[in-house]
């Protein structure tokens, strides 16, 4: 079995209505996570800010 290529090392902060700051190394600023649209109604939340949703990053890291 081959070495892994890469280890991912994320640090995730949770904020109030339902954001998340995620911390990537190497990267020094952090990236936000939240909710929009369909995904805030299903929560029953309405935003002060709309951030992309973590599912938003999956699909786009899978369609990049």
């Known amino acids: 079995m081959p070495a892994p290529i890469h280890t991912s090392r994320i640090r995730i902060v949770p904020e109030p209505e339902k954001v998340k700051r ?7 600023e952090p990236v936000f996570y939240g ?8 929560y029953g939340v309405t935003p002060k800010v709309q951030y992309p949703a973590t599912l ?9």
């Open 56 to 64: 938003d990053h999956i699909v786009g890291g899978v369609g990049g």
């Open 22 to 28: 995620a911390y990537i190394e190497p990267f020094t």
């Open 35 to 42: 909710v929009h649209s369909g995904i805030a109604a299903f």
